[in-house]
């Protein structure tokens, strides 16, 4: 059952922003990338989402789909993002497809709690190669066609005007908070998310020149989904929402319109920057 509009995105949106435009997302099936995505293709943006799970994706890229008439949503199931291959292929298809790549949303993770003891080297090794690796395999995989987004929106340094008004050649990384101050059962992930962190600067340094952005979004605990329900106990929860100063837990639609902002013309000078979802 897709969401209700108010449920995935604020109405302080104007339709049509992202005509023309395409988002290519990794980790798509899931509740908060796909939601993200949403957002956008509800605001005229075509998508291109990628999953593990041939059916779930293409259930949930039909999903998506219904947000806008005329959207053109592919989902592309069966793909690893730890093997570059397949990415490329993906990315192929979506440009062939849809015309070329705007935004990224560099979305796929692995998780689980586990104990340092319980954890194997094999097990540790899985979540680095899930979000390190496959979150550096989507930008590679990704970076030609988000280059040649990013230069139609560099500024002319003659004029000093943003030359032409628009947007394109931005990536996100979905990151977390965890690895700030650490967290038991969680240190594969901790590790993984600082090294994606770490990968969003350095490409918001070297392609900035180039027109690009790149930021992380690092939602907390968002409610109604998979991580939620498996990564924060029941008992835990009430303490939680007393330590966060709007007294709530996020919701998706908080991560989709931090997605549309840092997508949109509004986001234009804002790249290195992180969009912290919880008060640490
Ligand atoms: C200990 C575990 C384990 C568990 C798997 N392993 N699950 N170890 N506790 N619960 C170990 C396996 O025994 C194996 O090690 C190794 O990890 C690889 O497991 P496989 O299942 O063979 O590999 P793979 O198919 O690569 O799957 C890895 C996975 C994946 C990470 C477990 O299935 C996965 O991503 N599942 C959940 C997806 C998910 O939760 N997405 C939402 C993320 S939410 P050995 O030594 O036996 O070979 C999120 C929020 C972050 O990211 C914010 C945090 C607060």
Known sequence: MPLAKNEYLSDSWKDGIFANKVVFCTGGAGTICSAQVRALVHLGANACIIGRNVEKTERVAQDIATARPGAKVIGIGS???????????????????????????????????????????????????????GSYNTLKATLPYLKESGKKHQMDNKSLQPSPIGTGGRIIFVSATIH????????????????????????????????????IIAPGP???????????????????????????????????????????????????????????
């Open 222 to 280: 968002i409610a109604q989904t998979e991580g939620f329900e498996r990564l924060l106990p029941s008992d835990a929860l009430e303490a939680y929402i007393k330590s966060q100063p709007l007294g709530r837990v996020g919701h998706v639609r908080d991560i989709a319109d931090a997605t549309v902002y840092l997508f949109s013309d509004t986001g234009s000078y804002v790249t290195g920057q992180t969009l912290v979802g919880e008060f640490i």
């Open 79 to 133: 793909v690893d993002v730890r093997k570059l291959e397949a990415l490329q292929q993906a990315v192929e298809r979506c440009v062939k497809e849809l015309g070329g790549i705007d935004f990224v949303i560099a979305g796929a993770a692995g998780n689980f709690l586990a104990s340092i003891e319980q954890l194997s080297a094999n097990a540790f090794k899985s979540v680095m190669d899930i979000d390190v690796i």
């Open 180 to 215: 700030y101050r650490g967290m038991p059962f969680q240190t594969h992930v901790s590790v993984a998310k600082a090294g994606i962190d770490a990968l969003s600067h350095s490409v918001a340094l070297e392609y900035g020149p180039r027109g690009m952005t790149s930021n």
